[in-house]
Nanobody, 124 residues
Framework: VQLQASGGGLVQAGGSLRLSCVAS????????MKWFRQAPGKEREFVTA????????SYADSVKGRFTISRDNVKNTVYLQMNSLKAEDTAVYYC??????????????????WGKGTLVTVSS
């Protein structure tokens, strides 16, 4: 199984970035997908998640209203649209997969597969 994240980079505060994560080696629509991030010197934290069908999603309070998760089950890809970026959003962003066929309930705990991260740097 591989989860390949891309789209990170350097952006000014207030700007936008779109991250992508392409999954291979698994049946993509058997998995809820999640994004986490880890800032320098801090623990990894949950950012957002989406059910396999895309019919439900959840967000950390710190990103609500600014970030949007979506997925394309044909392309085996999950996206993270990040708008109104702040310096405190600077982190390595990781995508993750959690086996679940529930269309509406996000599995809160557990990750079955992690991807390698992509660095997002927001300059103030």
């Amino acid at each position: 199984v591989q989860l390949q994240a891309s789209g990170g980079g350097l952006v000014q505060a207030g700007g936008s970035l779109r991250l992508s994560c392409v999954a291979s080696g698994l049946t993509f629509n058997n998995y809820a997908m999640k994004w986490f991030r880890q800032a320098p010197g801090k623990e990894r934290e949950f950012v957002t998640a989406i059910t396999w069908s895309g019919r439900a999603s959840s967000y950390a309070d710190s990103v609500k209203g600014r970030f949007t998760i979506s997925r394309d089950n044909v392309k085996n890809t999950v996206y993270l649209q990040m708008n109104s970026l702040k310096a405190e959003d600077t982190a390595v962003y990781y995508c993750a997969a959690r086996a679940s066929r529930d269309e509406y309930l996000i599995p809160r705990r557990g990750v079955d597969y992690w991807g390698k991260g992509t660095l997002v740097t927001v300059s103030s």
